[in-house]
């Protein structure tokens, strides 16, 4: 087992840690639940970095870090949704674009054609954590309106009666189905019979 995969594997244990500590309430639980997230998405991108730079992309770490990550996502939707800061219809064609995308890329590589994740795709990702960690920090400091310093500033970000959560959503939403028809476009050749 090399670093990168290492690290994904971490991931998926962080995101088991996150789900727990989501399941519980308090105070202390919303902490771990959104330390464990942060830390998990900044792997997300660490284990790919150093798989490419250290020339250790192996075939399983091709398998375990898209799958790992999209669970880490549609757990954290689900949970966001299910403390009512985000509509599940929503979280479920976030989840549905993600079957989709993983569907088409097992068709792909049955057809011997690697579907690499484009720039919206990346671009989706992050605004969709930005927005977890928003709602993450919501649900921490919404019964704390004197938050002191940094904590106020991002419980004022994070309510969602403001402009930024809202617009994160929207914008999650967007890229997830605009990323969810290119990957649908460039697999249309698949389907086609030769």
């Known amino acids: 087992m090399n670093l990168p995969n290492s690290i994904t594997l971490a991931r998926l244990g962080l995101t088991i840690v996150y789900v727990a500590a989501a399941s519980v309430a308090g105070t202390l639980a919303a902490w771990i639940a959104l330390l464990s997230f942060c830390v998990a998405a900044a792997t997300d991108w660490l284990d790919g970095y150093l798989a490419r730079k250290m020339n250790l992309v192996t075939a399983l770490g091709k398998l375990l ?3 790992v990550d999209k669970i880490l996502i549609c757990a954290a939707f689900v949970h966001i949704s299910m403390v009512h800061q985000c509509p599940m219809w929503v979280t479920c064609v976030i989840i ?3 079957f989709l995308v993983t569907g088409l890329r097992q068709i792909a590589v ?5 579907m690499a994740a484009d720039r919206w795709g990346k671009l989706k990702t992050i605004i969709q954590i930005v927005f977890i960690i928003a709602g993450l920090v ?4 919404a019964d704390q309106p004197s938050a002191p310093h940094v904590l106020g500033l991002l ?12 617009t994160m959503m929207w914008l999650s939403l967007f890229l997830t189905v605009l990323s969810g028809a290119n990957y649908l476009r460039g697999a249309l050749p698949l389907f086609r019979e030769k």
């Open 138 to 141: 919501w649900l921490l400091l």
């Open 65 to 67: 870090d898209p799958l």
């Open 155 to 166: 419980r004022w970000l994070a309510d969602p009666t403001h402009y930024f959560t809202p």
């Open 96 to 98: 549905g674009r993600e």
């Open 110 to 114: 049955e057809k011997g054609v690697v």
